[in-house]
């Protein structure tokens, strides 16, 4: 497969707003493929980060992967339709990923691998949660980030009908604390690389249409990323909020926020 033909999967973590706490920190320990674990992911198909501190500026490169924005050894074997499964850790596997101070969205987006997931307007978004509103009880309306913890960290999207490929999976996570203040959002950011294969790709296939730059496509003016999360419920109904970036592709498959 030649370099040209890959492509770059680009998982958003979870979109939040908080009060920021240690707690907050969060990244990706592994994945899991149609319910398969495959293990510790940390820096062998996952470019890790350092640490699980956010990215704060959001013109910076390090919105593309974080702040390791390199190529690490392994990528994960996938075909067309598979269930890709992020699972997001604190400090160890299974701790509290995330403080229930902690509210937002859930966004993943995928991009050509040759790019790097730089250079432009190339990625496309695949998915996109954010709260939801149960008409039956006020208990059940939910942030992504609560359904995130109470699924102790996991979430799927499932792989679209695009062509043979190697991509790279990047999970981002938005705090927002300051609806005022410069660089008040905070983003957890992971890339996770994969190769997927399409076995059907001569009844027809996709490509991805991008459009989107990570940075480039977020400002500090976006209603996303400027929210106050303890507004009144007037001006600030979290029924409302619309995540940062384009609408989902129409040729995305979906996802669901729950436990392997």
């Known amino acids: 497969m030649k370099s040209s033909d890959l492509f770059s999967l680009f998982a958003v973590a979870p979109q939040i707003i908080i009060i920021p706490t ?12 149609n319910k ?3 293990g510790d992911g940390r820096d062998i198909y996952i470019r890790s980060p350092p640490t ?18 390199r190529a690490v050894p392994q990528t994960v074997n996938v075909a067309t339709g598979d269930n890709l499964t992020f699972e997001w850790y604190h400090e160890s596997r299974k701790d509290d990923i995330i403080n229930d101070s902690h509210k937002g969205a859930v966004q993943v987006y995928i991009a050509p691998s040759a790019s790097n997931g730089t250079g432009g307007a190339v990625w496309t978004k695949l998915f996109s949660d954010s709260y939801a509103y149960a008409f039956d009880s ?15 960290g996991q979430h799927h999207v499932v792989i679209p009908n695009i062509p043979t490929a190697e991509i790279i999976a ?9 609806q005022d203040h410069d660089k008040g959002a905070e983003f957890y950011i992971e890339c996770v690389q994969v190769r997927v294969q399409n076995d059907h790709e001569t009844l027809g296939s996709v490509a991805l249409p991008g459009g989107t730059s990570l940075p480039g496509t977020y400002s500090y003016d976006s209603h996303g990323i400027i929210w106050n ?18 609408a989902v592709w129409e040729g995305a498959k979906g996802g669901k926020i729950e436990m392997v």
């Open 36 to 38: 398969v674990f495959k």
């Open 138 to 152: 006020s208990s059940n309306n939910k942030w992504a980030t609560d359904r995130l913890k109470k699924a102790k």
């Open 52 to 69: 699980n501190e956010p990215v704060k500026d959001i013109y910076s490169n390090d919105m593309t992967c974080n702040v390791h924005n």
């Open 229 to 246: 999360l303890f507004g009144s419920k007037e001006d600030w109904d979290p029924r409302s909020y619309v995540p940062p970036g384009p």
């Open 22 to 33: 240690v707690l907050a920190h969060t990244r990706v320990y592994g994945v899991w493929v």
């Open 170 to 178: 990047l999970h981002q996570a938005q705090v927002r604390y300051d």
